[in-house]
């Protein structure tokens, strides 16, 4: 499982640990904390990857 990571954009490989990774997953866990039942869609996802990756790192 370690083995995994994510390929996205300009940023090349972006293992399961990264902090910007860790974001995403706190934003899911807080969707459906506060009462969602849907499922969260892939654009969605894809939003929130966009936000951790994109606006934080921006001025790098």
Not at 19 to 24: F, G, N, P
Not at 45 to 56: A, D, G, N, T
């Amino acid at each position: 499982m370690n083995q995994y990571s994510l390929s996205f954009g300009g940023f090349g490989k972006v293992e399961k640990h990264d902090l910007r990774i860790a974001e995403v997953k706190h934003w899911i866990n807080d969707v459906y904390e506060v009462g969602r039942t849907e499922a969260i869609s892939n654009a969605e996802i894809e939003q929130q990857v966009r936000k951790s990756f994109y606006y934080r790192y921006s001025s790098v």
